[in-house]
């Protein structure tokens, strides 16, 4: 239980920038002292004392805002960045150099007993607000951004966003170099807080992708129109262009029509 204490203190120097030195982070982290109140627990757990480790688990979360169930298991060099609302299931599964932000749910859909909360192998990074829901396994070097919701199996390096959860890139081979997976995640917008605003959400893409066929097949009809109008044809009137109408604008005009329904249904509104 106390074995690893120092490789605990040094990983967080490795992660989090903002520590300045060993007493600080050995007195003012409540990740660090949530993992070692676990390692408690769970010891007491594994050796038929369930109420104290169910009693460690309780003050852990009083002391620390952070919930981890006495059952679950945890690997090495675990890093929980500050750390406030974070929930980890009974039967989940952490393996090492794993790292979670604030409001993390590692969390079950079911009620029946047996596995039902997620696996976490080594390297995967959850970022702020995300909930991984379900017995299914998030591979090696995963990264899932701030605020998804990821309820099925994740592939090794694959960068997942959104709700629910999409992989916006994946590792196309199992030997690549760290160095290549961190510079995708870094052009494909992964942060550890939100996803930044210019994140290729795969939904938004194949809409503008399809927008900008629309208009390339537009204008080659029409050039094809026009040549045959020329050899004395008489097709294809004008074409109307596509107008794709300013998402804010059309809200707006939604809103509108919705408070107009609700006049017209009750007059004293």
């Not at 609302?85 to 790292?99: F, L």
């Not at 204008?219 to 045959?228: E, Q, R, T």
């Amino acid at each position: 239980m106390f074995r690893h204490m120092r490789e605990d203190i040094r990983c967080v120097f490795g992660r989090d920038p903002a520590a300045r030195n060993t007493w600080e982070v050995l007195t003012c982290y409540p990740g660090l002292h949530a993992l070692w109140l676990h390692r408690l627990a769970n010891w007491f757990w594994r050796h038929r004392m369930k109420w104290l480790g169910r009693f460690v688990s309780s003050f852990s979360r009083w002391m620390t805002g952070i919930e981890i169930h006495p059952g679950a298991t945890i690997g090495r060099r675990f890093f929980i960045d500050h750390g406030m609302g974070i929930v980890i299931g009974e039967t989940a599964e952490i393996g090492d150099d794993v790292t979670l932000y604030h409001g993390v749910t590692l969390g079950g859909t079911s009620w029946d007993a047996g596995k039902r909360h997620p696996t976490l192998k080594n390297g995967v990074v959850i970022g702020a607000g995300a909930k991984v829901l379900g017995p299914f396994t998030v591979h090696e070097n995963a990264r899932i951004g701030s605020n998804a919701v990821v309820v099925k199996e994740v592939p090794a390096g694959a960068t997942v966003v959104g709700i629910p959860g999409r992989i916006v890139k994946a590792q196309t081979s199992t030997d690549e170099k760290r160095e290549h997976r961190d510079a995708l995640a870094k052009k494909y917008g992964f942060n550890s807080y939100a996803v930044s605003p210019d994140n290729p959400d795969p939904v938004a893409q194949a809409i503008g992708q399809l927008v900008d066929h629309i208009h390339l097949m537009d204008a080659k009809v029409n050039d094809m129109c026009g040549a045959i109008n020329d050899l004395g044809g008489d097709v294809c009137k004008e074409i109307p262009e596509l107008d794709v109408i300013d998402l804010a604008e059309a809200e707006k005009e939604a809103a509108q029509a919705r408070q107009r329904e609700r006049e017209a249904f009750d007059p004293g509104i």
